[in-house]
């Protein structure tokens, strides 16, 4: 099932509650949305929903390299995840894995992320598939909430990355 949802440059395609794929098309150079996904401190300004802040957001782009990113809710709550990156093709193609953590820092569940970067008369075409591999009885409220957690964080991305055009600094 394909939908438009409000905003003509997004596509949100469920071809499962085990995988989402979502297409946005960002009027930005493939080269500054794909710095946007790999260095942290531009990470930390869009990553997660509406109202979160990224406090800890730590990367280490390379294949085997670490994810590391707590996002804090508008309520206070912290929401440790972790991952591994396993591919990078620079400025094409992202892979990695991630995993929300429970309050002993057990994996609830994870998720395998292929992000792919398509330049076309200087926009970027951004393709996120999100397809769940683990998970655990404690994740259910969690994965419902992935399909708004991500077509936000992409929202905020796309503003984000406005704004450093507008600036001139990447």
Same mark, same amino acid.
């Given at each position: 099932?394909?939908?438009?949802r409000n905003n003509p440059a997004l596509t949100v395609t469920t071809a499962s509650e085990r995988e989402l794929?979502?297409?946005?098309?960002?009027?930005?150079?493939?080269?500054?949305?794909?710095?946007? #996904?790999?260095?942290?401190?531009?990470?930390?300004?869009? #990553?997660?929903?509406?109202?979160?802040?990224?406090?800890?957001?730590? /990367?280490d782009v390379r294949p085997g390299g670490a994810i590391r990113i707590h996002m804090r809710g508008p309520d206070?709550?912290?929401?440790?995840? *972790?991952?591994?990156? %396993?591919?990078?093709? !620079?400025?094409?193609?992202?892979?990695?894995?991630?995993?929300?953590?429970? !309050?002993?820092?057990?994996?609830l569940f994870e998720v395998l992320h292929t992000v792919t970067f398509a330049e076309q008369g200087g926009k970027? *075409?951004?393709?996120?598939?999100?397809?769940?591999?683990?998970?655990?009885?404690?994740?259910?409220?969690?994965?419902?909430?992935?399909?708004?957690?991500?077509? %936000?964080?992409?929202?905020?991305?796309?503003?984000?990355?406005?704004?450093? /055009?507008?600036?001139?600094?990447?």
């Amino acid at each position: 099932m394909a939908e438009k949802r409000n905003n003509p440059a997004l596509t949100v395609t469920t071809a499962s509650e085990r995988e989402l794929v979502i297409t946005r098309v960002f009027d930005a150079p493939r080269s500054l949305v794909f710095k946007a #996904w790999t260095d942290p401190r531009h990470v930390a300004e869009w #990553w997660g929903p509406q109202g979160f802040t990224n406090p800890v957001c730590e /990367l280490d782009v390379r294949p085997g390299g670490a994810i590391r990113i707590h996002m804090r809710g508008p309520d206070g709550t912290l929401y440790p995840m *972790t991952g591994v990156y %396993q591919e990078i093709v !620079e400025p094409e193609r992202l892979i990695f894995t991630s995993a929300a953590l429970d !309050e002993e820092s057990n994996p609830l569940f994870e998720v395998l992320h292929t992000v792919t970067f398509a330049e076309q008369g200087g926009k970027t *075409t951004l393709t996120l598939q999100a397809r769940v591999v683990k998970t655990t009885a404690k994740a259910a409220p969690y994965l419902a909430g992935m399909e708004a957690g991500w077509t %936000q964080s992409l929202e905020r991305l796309g503003g984000y990355v406005a704004k450093v /055009l507008r600036m001139g600094k990447i």
